[in-house]
């Protein structure tokens, strides 16, 4: 409430709506990441002119725009309050070093806080056995269908090569680096980070397997992800070096092999997923796309013939000893590749069309998966006898 005496704003209120601002690539309040420089009230003589300079990450930070609403918003709901001026500077070197810690806490090295046990993030890598079967598309829209449900998502597109997932959720912005700390763009709720954020233009990517690695274990490492339900990884066609390190940095991200009806496909996509014999990772299931195209008529054409997903499906649960479904089929259509194209996933773009429900589906399904033991420490210690 304002101050009785001048009918100025209380500097405590202003200091409590400043807590309610939230960064919005960290997620936590400003002022517990020592981001709120200064406060002053009465203005240029005016009792309700408030004046509040914050502190941004870096000169460059994409997000100012955004903190500097937040902050306006929230001051300005505070009672007596008449404008709200917010003035920028920038943290040195000790008060980022201070931000990572507050953040990250004392660890010298970065830890993949999915790899520990008791992480409750479900990890799924999509892979498939060969190019062109419309993996990332999947990945995408999943991410996106599941961030509509209001689950906290994040993708990493361990495509290296081949990236294209930032065109496909219409990402334009550069990661915001904090010391040694990365802080990924986000676009429709999702967290995403890809290594064509960090290459000019449509440069190509010339790498040998340790480098791939090293690649993605800074994405898995190095970026500031929060507290996810869920992270999605966009794998490379087939079974090279960065499905090996996939499960090696995190062994208990789980398989989502996604094929086409095709036979020939189907059988490359069989691969895909038989790996986990060796990697010990737990398949959820198979997804067949492009599965048919709806004529106009009312009839189905199906262009890459039929049964493929099933036939991975049955395979692989033949191989692995364990039930591996077919979590759905996604029609083809035309609307899919456009939604890709523009930057907006077909599952919010179009969310009636056939393939975003097939696609919702299969979400929905992945949602309500309840996270086993596997990766879990179990506090359980060896008795000799």
């Known amino acids: 409430m304002p101050d009785t005496l001048t009918g100025s704003p209380a500097l405590d209120a202003v200091n409590a709506a400043l807590a309610t601002v939230q960064d919005p690539e960290?997620?936590?309040?400003?002022?517990?990441?020592g981001m709120v420089k200064d406060v002053q009230i009465g203005v240029g003589g005016d009792p309700g002119a408030v004046r509040v300079d914050v502190y941004l990450t870096v000169s460059g930070c994409p997000m100012r725009e955004t903190?500097?609403?937040?902050?306006?918003?929230?001051?300005?709901?505070?009672?007596?309050?008449?404008?709200v001026q917010v003035e920028l500077d920038v943290m040195d070197d000790e008060q980022r070093a201070e931000l990572r810690r507050t953040v990250r806490g004392d660890a010298a090295e970065p830890v993949i806080p999915f790899a520990q046990p008791g992480s409750l993030t479900r990890v799924y890598a999509v892979a498939s056995g060969k190019g062109g079967v419309g993996k990332s598309s999947v990945t995408v829209n999943l991410a996106a269908a599941l961030a509509k449900k209001g689950l906290s998502v994040g993708v990493v597109d361990a495509d290296i090569y081949g990236h294209s997932v930032p065109r496909m959720l219409g990402v334009d912005d550069k990661p915001t680096q904090v010391n040694d700390m990365i802080m990924p763009p986000q676009s429709y709720g999702i967290k995403v980070i890809s290594i064509g954020m960090f290459t000019p233009g449509n440069t190509p990517v010339v790498w040998r397997g340790p480098m791939l690695h090293r690649a993605l274990q800074q994405f898995l490492a190095d970026v500031w992800w929060g507290d996810l339900?869920?992270?999605?990884?966009?794998?490379?066609?087939?079974?090279?070096?960065?499905?090996?390190?996939v499960a090696q940095l995190v062994p208990n991200a789980e398989i989502l092999v996604v094929t086409t009806p095709q036979q020939a496909a189907a059988e490359v996509a069989e691969?895909?997923?038989?790996?986990?014999?060796?990697?010990?990772?737990?398949?959820?299931g198979v997804i067949e796309n492009m599965s048919w195209l709806d004529l106009p008529d009312g009839s189905r054409m199906e262009l890459f013939g039929s049964g493929g997903g099933e036939a991975v499906s049955d395979a692989l649960t033949k191989t692995l000893g364990a039930r591996v479904p077919l979590l759905g089929q996604i029609p083809l259509d035309t609307r899919v590749r456009e939604a890709g194209d523009s930057g907006a996933p077909i599952v919010l773009a179009q969310p009636d069309a056939p393939a975003a429900q097939a696609l919702q589906k299969i979400a929905d399904g992945l949602a309500v998966r309840q996270r086993g033991l596997s990766g879990m420490s179990l506090s359980l210690t060896p008795v000799r006898k």
Request: hydrophobic residues 45%.
């Open 67 to 83: 903190i500097t609403n937040r902050v306006t918003q929230a001051v300005s709901a505070v009672a007596g309050v008449t404008s």
């Open 229 to 245: 339900d869920v992270l999605l990884m966009d794998l490379p066609p087939g079974t090279g070096d960065v499905a090996i390190s």
């Open 271 to 284: 691969r895909a997923g038989a790996i986990a014999t060796q990697t010990h990772q737990q398949v959820v």
């Open 26 to 33: 960290i997620n936590r309040p400003l002022p517990e990441l």
